[in-house]
């Protein structure tokens, strides 16, 4: 016995193809809009984590000195000056930067007779900004003309030129750095200050 396919009522057997090709199209078609919202949730979640992500230790701002030099000549009642520069070598902006330097003369038997290493007051001088890569030139002075004892000394190599300071500043996130920096002159042939053996910190 033959058995034929007989479509329900009201079916269009010339239809069931095209319903069939159909379907698979509409399939085939919110499967791409599928796929794609995915594809656009994944990024733009990524685009978000990535914004959110906190500062890593290498994007702080990191302010150091680049070079410092003094000018003369260290002879009696004259005052030595000199330049610090002040280098943001991090890679993001140091913000609300303050510096203090002070200019003495050290005996090489004897140390400042003030706290170690200088601390912030409120003669500290206001920088501001400081942007990744950029100097920021700083003078100081002696703080009394040199008298004939000094004079004498530092002509004789056995007194030195001493530059101690500190530099305060901010990262992004708001978290407060220092670098404490100890600068001292003991060749009188060049004008170029070197670091002391101590006294440089930063964090």
């Not at 500062?55 to 000195?65: C, E, L």
């Not at 500190?166 to 042939?189: A, F, P, Q």
């Amino acid at each position: 016995m033959t058995s034929s396919f007989r479509p329900e009522s009201g079916a269009d057997p010339e239809q069931a193809p095209f319903e069939q090709w159909r379907s698979k199209g509409f399939l085939k078609k919110h499967r791409f809009l599928f796929v794609g919202s995915v594809i656009v949730l994944v990024t733009v979640s990524s685009l978000v984590s990535i914004r959110g992500k906190p500062p890593q230790p290498t994007d702080r701002p990191t302010v150091t000195v680049q070079e410092a030099t003094i000018v003369g000549p260290l002879v009696q009642h004259n005052i030595p000056t000199a330049t610090v520069l002040l280098k943001n070598t991090g890679q993001s902006p140091a913000l609300a930067t303050q510096t203090r330097l002070v200019m003495t003369v050290w005996t090489s038997n004897t140390f400042p007779d003030w706290e170690m290493p200088l601390k912030l007051t409120t003669d500290a001088e206001t920088i501001g900004e400081i942007v990744p890569g950029s100097v920021v030139p700083q003078t100081v002075s002696l703080i009394a003309p040199l008298t004939d004892v000094q004079g004498m000394h530092l002509e004789r190599k056995d007194w030195f030129i001493v530059i101690l300071g500190i530099v305060s500043y901010g990262d992004m996130v708001r978290n407060l750095h220092e670098t404490k920096l100890c600068l001292i002159w003991r060749d009188t042939s060049t004008q170029h200050l070197s670091r002391c053996e101590q006294w440089n910190e930063a964090n």
